[in-house]
């Protein structure tokens, strides 16, 4: 009888092979799939301990076939069979562009992303990541953006438990952040030798997020680092991609993010800005699923705050979704206009009482945010920087979410899928920051902002000759309450003179 | 025996002369007063019924003379002499440009000006000036932007008791107000006859503010308009500007500002843009005493928030401070260093809860405001719009404040007073809008901003070897507690964690 496998599921091989040598350098295994006409070809990985897999993401219903590809007679020339069938619970297959802005998965159902920020989680000791997992399991976010490799920056002076490659590090950390250390010039660990019990247990992670129908925003490089993982070199970085995503593709809740703040790697010397392009390609040339790639800022001078040029162009082919850090979301409607790709706001400042700017937002503002980039078309990620007397910050090492926004943040996302809001921007006051205003179909969703209170509004925006009924949101205090009459964009509508409110309006169908 | 005449008080003459004819346009008249080699010209005016003025604020105590000089012999070659001597109460003489991006009165003492916005207050029933003069000798204001000219706009559709020229209104206001109307095509009024009691009683009002020791930002120019007043075209604007400076160049509490939003004039057609070098050169010669210039903006596009291209050049040399209207004050670090003159951030949305987003701020963030303009080396005018049952706005008609910044723009006047602080950029958050931060001499004043919680915070852009005692300010509850121990670029002061802080430092002196 033939193994069945659900769609989008994983159908995984092992093969047993070689086991001397460098079998990460020496041996090349691919799989051709194959389902009637459709060929596709995946690449395997070592596992250690002589054991080389397959691993592979079926995406329709049927009788696929395998057959193996390698340097090494033993692994080559095999085949296999399997059936796809089914569909698992909570698994609504990969997340896909929709609608030029917006978000779908595989399987029809649509995607809005409400992220959070726990950076180093997959890092902290099993305690520490069971805790993680059940805030996640409570709390309102469907992504999270995490890093594949450990975390070496203010507030992150501990050493991970297991590294992603065989070696030791060079260099202890007294506890005190030191920023020169980013710069390293030797490494202790061999770039050539991955540790598959690194990779095991990201996995598990991940599988651990999928049950939860998290989309795992995976952080491929970033600067905060001194190990030397963010300094390997393109012949290491290459070699790097390829292993991680032999390994990883298949589990469909898997987004390949380039990098955090890939500019400032730059800035510090660690990788050319031209590198991202070859390391871009590879991804995209060795996923098999195409799944989301994004490439997500630094850089965003607020005196010139139009200036993108330390953004990755996010025009380019294999970038599907723009991941930005900027803290004004006013800009939004052009960034949509300029790139026609989904925006998401992957930093706007985050909740806390940090002394830093990006991590001592009050929760009022972070709230705020996710209003405005809902609004205006786009959407936000979350992150929390309160410190905490065990040391821990949600926002690197998970833990227990403690902060006011969270509540809010699920009462908006309840909000956009009961309603099923794809917003783009509908105009907006020409001369302020303030009011956001989306539509979507028939509906139309309007943030008025955190410093306003005004005690009524008209929004001549409103497509012309229609009509609405309303509700009044308080989105602090997350009621809502009808608005009595009609109303289109002559309307003035009364309000409640006081800051956080938006308007919900659904026309009336002649 | 001499007429005596305080230092920066006016002296005043009435001379008969011709009543027939059109005496504003036939009669020329000029003072030359002279002190020692000193000889000051000044041009005369036409006060009604026969009666020819000259007036004169003599600013070194003394004996002057005068000589007349007319194209009407009966006027011409008459001579008088006086004595300055002695100051009034409450008269420091006129402000002047200090320490290249502050302000000082005459008589040295220093002049930090806390503006608030009441266009038309002028223009309103006795009964209301008289609320609005109570209100402001209760209020922490010491400049108001008010308009020469009636303001016909949204929530001001009444008519004027009196207009400034001979005439009757063409078209009298249904009580709605409509934009179109600004392009005035024919003037009831005759723009070559000016009506003396309109500038009597504008120059009572000017007195009346000089009394309570509030400086008079006196708009030249203003769009708001169905009479024709903003299109009169370059001879009647240039007979106007004479007619008015001979008038009140002698109040020493006037400011020159040409217009407000002088680009909104241009957009719906009443001037064109050069116009504006023209009317600036015609007041710096005509006044005698060189009286603050400035010329107010209406485009601040958010968008492309760097873009000056709206404003007028506040580079030329008639400019003496620029009259921004912008509503993010992070950019003043900027602009100083630009321009290198006062920058009085005239607009910056006011307090109040109309659907406008410029007039529905949050008392916070009008408070806020003043807050990031002054610790930016900056000042700001405060605005009120809250829209009252009897029809009234602060903003325009005057009468009586409610908002809950006044008595915080109040503690900060008190404390900007008391530490004389005139103070200069200090560096910045370089990813962040929060952060504002001024050294004036030995001190240092930080405002932590509205939106950011730290609970502890390091400026590492003190300068460099300095200790300094520290005050920690609640802006809004209006609190100032000793901050304990010493202080310098390295120390983390603990902080409350909440929004509106702010820090004062002073410097421990070795």
């Not at 710069?183 to 030798?193: A, H, M, P």
């Amino acid at each position: 009888m033939l193994q069945t496998i659900p769609k989008w599921g994983i159908y995984e091989i092992s093969l047993k092979g070689p086991i001397g040598g460098n079998p990460f350098i020496e041996v090349e295994l691919f799989g051709i799939f194959s389902y009637g006409h459709r060929k596709v070809k995946v690449r395997g990985f070592y596992d250690g301990e002589g054991i080389y897999k397959l691993r592979f993401m079926p995406d329709i219903e049927g009788i696929w076939k395998l057959t193996t590809l390698s340097n090494c007679s033993e692994l080559s020339e095999l085949t296999f069979e399997f059936q796809c069938k089914g569909l698992e619970a909570k698994n609504h297959g990969p997340v896909k562009v929709d609608q030029v802005t917006h978000f779908i998965h595989a399987d029809g159902k649509p995607y809005y992303p409400f992220g959070t920020t726990a950076y180093v989680w997959n890092h902290q000791a099993d305690a520490m990541q069971r805790k993680t997992l059940a805030s996640l399991k409570e709390a309102p976010f469907n992504k999270i953006r995490m890093c594949v490799f450990p975390k070496y920056y203010d507030y992150n002076t501990a050493e991970p438990e297991i590294y992603p490659f065989v070696g030791e590090p060079l260099h202890i950390s007294n506890g005190t952040f030191d920023g020169s250390e980013w710069q390293v010039k030797e490494s202790g660990f061999d770039f050539e030798r991955f540790n598959p019990k690194f990779f095991q247990k990201l996995e598990t992670q991940i599988q651990q997020l999928a049950d939860l129908e998290i989309e795992v925003d995976l952080i491929l490089f970033h600067p905060y680092d001194h190990w030397g993982f963010a300094s390997m070199g393109e012949v290491n970085d290459i070699r790097y991609l390829k292993y991680l995503i032999a390994r990883l593709a298949s589990y469909r809740n898997i987004w390949w993010s380039m990098a955090n703040e890939h500019d400032l790697m730059e800035l510090v010397g660690q990788k050319k800005r031209s590198a991202w392009d070859t390391l871009c390609k590879c991804v995209i040339a060795e996923d098999p699923y195409q799944h989301l790639v994004s490439n997500h800022n630094f850089h965003h001078p607020p005196k010139h705050h139009m200036d993108k040029s330390h953004w990755y162009d996010h025009h380019k082919s294999w970038i599907s979704h723009a991941s930005i850090q900027h803290d004004n979301l006013f800009l939004i409607p052009e960034w949509l206009e300029e790139y026609r790709k989904p925006m998401m706001i992957d930093e706007c400042r985050y909740e806390g009482n940090l002394n830093h700017g990006w991590g001592n937002l009050t929760a009022q503002d972070m709230v705020s945010q996710f209003w405005k980039a809902i609004c205006h078309g786009a959407y936000a990620t979350h992150g929390e920087t309160y410190f905490n007397n065990d040391g821990s910050i949600w926002w690197s090492h998970g833990g227990v979410l403690k902060g006011e926004s969270v509540k809010r943040i699920a009462f908006l996302r309840r909000l956009v899928e009961e309603e099923q809001l794809q917003l783009v921007p509908l105009g907006r006051e020409s001369s302020h920051w303030e009011t956001a205003m989306g539509i979507s179909d028939e509906t139309v969703l309007i943030y008025l902002g955190g410093s306003s209170q005004a005690s009524f509004k008209q929004f001549d925006t409103l497509p012309d000759g229609k009509s609405y009924k309303g509700q009044l949101i308080d989105t602090w205090e997350m009621t809502m309450e009808p608005i009595s009459g009609e109303i289109n964009r002559a309307t003035k509508i009364k309000l409640p003179g006081k800051p956080y409110m938006a308007i919900l309006l659904k026309e009336i169908l002649g």
